[in-house]
Structure formats: C-alpha cells, structure tokens
C-alpha cells in the first residue's frame, strides 16, 4: 500500500489548514501523526471504516476533524486555530487490524506516507 500525502504549508497563528492523503488501495484505519524537530512521532488522529470509530491525540482534540472518501480511498485532516506548538511534518499512516487501544501508537502502522511539512509561525 502507498500512501501520498498532500496540503502543508506555511501559515499564521489561528489560521486553518487542510491535510489530504490518499492509498493505493483500500485500507481499513488511516490517520495521521506528527512529528516535529527533536521531539517523538505524535499520535494525532485515526480513523477506522469497518468496525468504526475515530481515535484523538490529546494535543490536538477540539481543533480537528478527520474525514474520509472510502470511494477514493482518502482520508483528510482540517486543523482549525493552528499554534506554533502544531509546526511538525505530519506523516499519513494506514493500517488493517489496528484496534481501538493501540490506535495512538506508530507501531500499529504498517503503511506510512513520506510525510508534510506543516510551519504554523507567530
């Protein structure tokens, strides 16, 4: 499975931004993780189509919404009153079988896209 991810940018604080990423095929939870300089991968959010259920990271709950199109095989992350604390590259991830105790942890991934950058300055 290859994942592309697409939308970061440079933006102002508050601003909101769009993050898209789209698979290859079919997969049953994809979300996102950040990961900013000298700091450990971050569980943002996840979102699984068969058995349901989107999962939240604590840094970023209240200020996003996860979507996805399973027709095309995409998923989308809208940030709303970005902070310079959310500047980090977001990577997509995917998987089947991850289930709801371990969705905030990257090991559940198997699939990763190769990451956006995300600069939200003050």
């Known amino acids: 499975v290859q994942l592309q991810a697409s939308g970061g940018g440079v933006v102002q604080a508050g601003d909101s931004l769009r993050l898209s990423c789209a698979a290859s095929?079919?997969?049953?939870?994809m979300g996102w993780f950040r990961q900013a300089p000298g700091k450990e991968r971050e569980f943002v959010v996840a979102?699984?189509?068969?058995?349901?259920?989107?999962y939240y990271g604590d840094s970023v709950k209240g200020r996003i919404t996860i979507s996805r199109d399973n027709a095309k095989n995409t998923v989308s992350l809208q940030m709303n009153n970005l902070k310079p604390e959310d500047t980090a590259v977001y990577y997509c991830a995917a998987s089947n079988g991850v289930i709801a105790s371990t969705a905030h942890l990257s090991r559940s991934y198997a699939y990763w896209g190769q990451g956006t950058q995300v600069t939200v300055s003050s």
């Open positions: 979102s699984r189509w068969i058995g349901g259920g989107t």
């Open positions: 095929e079919r997969i049953n939870t």
